[in-house]
């Protein structure tokens, strides 16, 4: 019998099988499975001799202890908050994908980071399929980098991409963006399932072979992942997301996969007519002094990796004009929101179930830090009671479904982060351990119904 020239891989999981079928039988997900041609043994890809075992054994077994890592020294980005996104800067290989909504400034980000390289004597190439030499050499000029000694090519064809890159051998190669980039000897359409899967693994393999940094500009979905997630998140080394609001002054770059550093770092950034600039002390920028003494302004404190970052939890209750109240959150999850106001009503005694509530977190941050619960949980009651807390007060906290208050992790963090910016009180869990040497007043609550008669002592 003649063999199949076409197979089929789900496009979230990567299984391939030689048949189609409407549900994936790996991992159960319907109408995901996509045809591509078989590789044959001449086309099939692999990870060959790698350019960063100086001693010419990537293809022997070897122990752990004997591999020399002499070689894999970390390549700055010239950006303070984009190497603690990434874990101390570009590993030698890695294949970076940076997505983010349209707009948001990842080009602006990447073209200014290759720019400073370049300066500074690293050879990078910069692949643009979306724009002209004219319009990325215009924008160079608005990031006052047009000087810059960065190699241009606007190319999508990979072949040819490949063959510059190759040649001129970079040590950093952007491609803007993956979804534009084609291989001609595929079916599809650029952006298709099957011409991203192999583009990018062709990439890889390049990265890995060159000891080239590859880093791939990703569009995001309606639904907020990059296209083709489950495909390109297994094949790359790092993972970043560009997060804020494109209208906004500041921007947050979140990695969610680091194969060479932690995958809980953050950098900031403030987006300005020259460009993106790193922000050294995000805690004051999330933080408006004059607004903080009002009822429903409540500060709390967030881990992001080893940084502890100090931001603004707001709140407004209001009488309901529907049938049903409505619930909002902005920065924090639903369904979070909804077991606080639970929580409230049961141990409380706060009678908002009639109320509409509102809940943001300033700034466009967004929190999945549950040791925020018990700020939001204040900050409602205040300003459900039109009351504040005492000036200087931040508020560290989880919240248990029986009300009780729980303990959170590094606290002695957060604690001396918030004596650095000023902060005089702060309202802890009752189990929570610091050490002594912490100059603040703290207040120790069990329950959360001893928060709330805090917080209603202080209107009388």
Not at 412 to 422: M, N, Y
Request: glycine share 10%; charged share 20%.
């Amino acid at each position: 019998m003649a063999k199949n020239d076409t197979e089929f891989f789900c496009k979230e999981c990567g299984e391939v099988t030689s048949k189609w079928a409407g549900k994936c039988p790996h991992c159960g997900a319907w109408s995901s499975l996509v045809e591509r041609p078989v590789e044959s043994k001449a086309t099939r890809r692999g990870l060959g001799h790698n350019s960063l075992d100086t001693d010419g054994l990537s293809g022997v077994p070897r122990k752990l202890a004997d591999i020399e890592t002499t070689a894999a020294k970390r390549l700055s980005s010239a950006s303070p908050e984009f190497d603690r996104t990434l874990g101390g800067g570009f590993a030698p290989g890695s294949l970076v994908l940076i997505g983010g909504d349209p707009g948001i400034g990842k080009s602006t980000l990447v073209l200014q980071t290759l720019a400073t390289m370049a300066s500074a004597g690293v050879k990078a190439l910069y692949v643009s399929g979306e724009e002209s030499a004219v319009q990325v050499k215009l924008r160079s000029e608005r990031l006052s980098v047009s000087g810059s000694d960065l190699l241009l090519l606007c190319e999508t064809n990979l072949d040819k991409i490949l063959e510059k890159a190759k040649a001129i051998q970079p040590e950093v190669l952007v491609i803007d963006s993956i979804q534009t980039v084609y291989n001609a000897d595929l079916p599809g359409t650029p952006g298709s399932v099957s011409q991203l899967r192999e583009s990018t693994l062709s990439l890889m393999v390049f990265a890995k072979n060159s000891g080239c940094i590859t880093i791939l500009i990703g569009h995001v979905t309606k639904d907020g992942q990059i296209a083709g997630p489950r495909i390109l998140e297994h094949m790359v080394d790092t993972v970043a997301y560009f997060e804020g609001d494109r209208n906004g002054q500041y921007r947050i770059l979140r990695t969610i996969k680091n194969r060479f550093g932690a995958t809980d770092e953050i950098g900031v950034f403030e987006m300005t007519s020259g460009g993106l600039v790193s922000v050294s002390n995000p805690s004051k920028i999330f933080l408006d002094a004059t607004n903080m003494n009002s009822p429903g302004s409540v500060v709390s404190c967030t881990i992001e990796g080893s940084r502890a970052m100090l931001f603004e939890t707001q709140a407004l209750v209001n009488q309901t004009n529907y049938a049903v109240a409505q619930r909002v959150a902005a920065g924090i999850d639903q369904k979070r929101l909804t077991i606080i106001l639970a929580l409230l009503d049961k141990f409380g005694g706060v009678p908002i179930g009639n109320s509409d509530v509102f809940a943001s977190i300033a700034g466009g941050l967004k929190i999945a830090d549950t040791g925020t619960d018990l700020a939001i949980a204040l900050a409602i009651v205040c300003n459900h009671l039109g009351i504040s807390l005492p000036p200087h007060t931040i508020v560290i906290g989880e919240l248990g479904l029986s009300g009780e208050i729980r303990s959170v992790s590094q606290t002695d963090l957060r604690v001396k982060e918030a004596q650095r910016l000023g902060f005089e009180h702060i309202i802890l869990p009752a189990s929570a351990k610091i050490s002594k040497s912490a100059k603040i007043d703290i207040l120790r609550f069990k329950h959360l119904a001893e928060a709330v008669q805090f917080v209603q002592d202080q209107k009388n």
